[in-house]
T-cell receptor
Framework: KAGVTQTPRYLIKTRGQQVTLSCSPI?????VSWYQQTPGQGLQFLFE???????NKGNFPGRFSGRQFSNSRSEMNVSTLELGDSALYLC????????????FGEGSRLTVL | KQEVTQIPAALSVPEGENLVLNCSFT??????LQWFRQDPGKGLTSLLL?????REQTSGRLNASLDKSSGRSTLYIAASQPGDSATYLC??????????FGAGTRLTVKP
């Protein structure tokens, strides 16, 4: 069974640009959540989608957005990139809407210059 | 607001030693608690999931316990090996799969 797949794995952008990251969950998983990992702040929750609906959102500015498609694949978008957006962005999928085990992908490492 | 704390921040032990990693959380209204390991530059690998109604889970040389009332969890690693060297993260799962992480314990097992 394939794991959680994130693309691209690495990318470099400049300030002011926008970026879209993709996450394909484990087959059959309907919940997809996104996290940002930085050395200073650690792992922080961005948002979670279940059956194409955003159910919960962390404390991030509106420049961070996401969506989920009918096949449960998810994308997150960051507009007007800032240097502080440089981070490892991790996606996790879960078979259940509540209380299930979360499985993470390898992440997308974004560098903003 | 849920706060998750992991102690110690770093730990170095000789191979073969048994060790305990600690995790505490401030809000006991959690669904589950999950332990992960993370190798440098990599994603998170799930080690153990403890449901809120459970007291412990075991997998091979790993044993995790959960005491919701006191807001504590421990991860016990038996007979440590150099391959166990990694950062270990504790996370509590709230509603809508909102997961809150500790800062992690960086473990080094010396041959």
């Amino acid at each position: 069974k394939a794991g959680v797949t994130q693309t691209p794995r690495y990318l470099i952008k400049t300030r002011g640009q926008q970026v879209t990251l993709s996450c394909s969950p484990i087959s059959g998983h309907r919940s997809v959540s996104w996290y940002q990992q930085t050395p200073g702040q650690g792992l922080q929750f961005l948002f979670e989608y279940f059956s194409e609906t955003q159910r919960n959102k962390g404390n991030f500015p509106g420049r961070f957005s996401g969506r989920q498609f009918s096949n449960s694949r998810s994308e997150m978008n960051v507009s007007t990139l800032e240097l502080g957006d440089s981070a490892l962005y991790l996606c996790a999928s879960s078979p259940r809407g509540e209380g299930g085990e979360l499985f993470f992908g390898e992440g997308s490492r974004l560098t903003v210059l | 607001k849920q706060e998750v704390t992991q102690i110690p921040a770093a730990l170095s032990v000789p191979e073969g030693e048994n060790l305990v990693l600690n995790c505490s959380f401030t809000d006991s209204a959690i669904y589950n608690l999950q332990w992960f390991r993370q190798d440098p530059g990599k994603g998170l690998t799930s080690l153990l999931l403890i449901q809120s109604s459970q007291r412990e889970q075991t997998s091979g040389r790993l044993n995790a316990s959960l005491d919701k009332s006191s807001g504590r969890s421990t991860l016990y690693i038996a007979a440590s090996q150099p391959g166990d060297s990694a950062t270990y993260l504790c996370a509590v799962i709230r509603y809508s799969n909102d997961m809150r992480f500790g800062a992690g314990t960086r473990l080094t097992v010396k041959p």
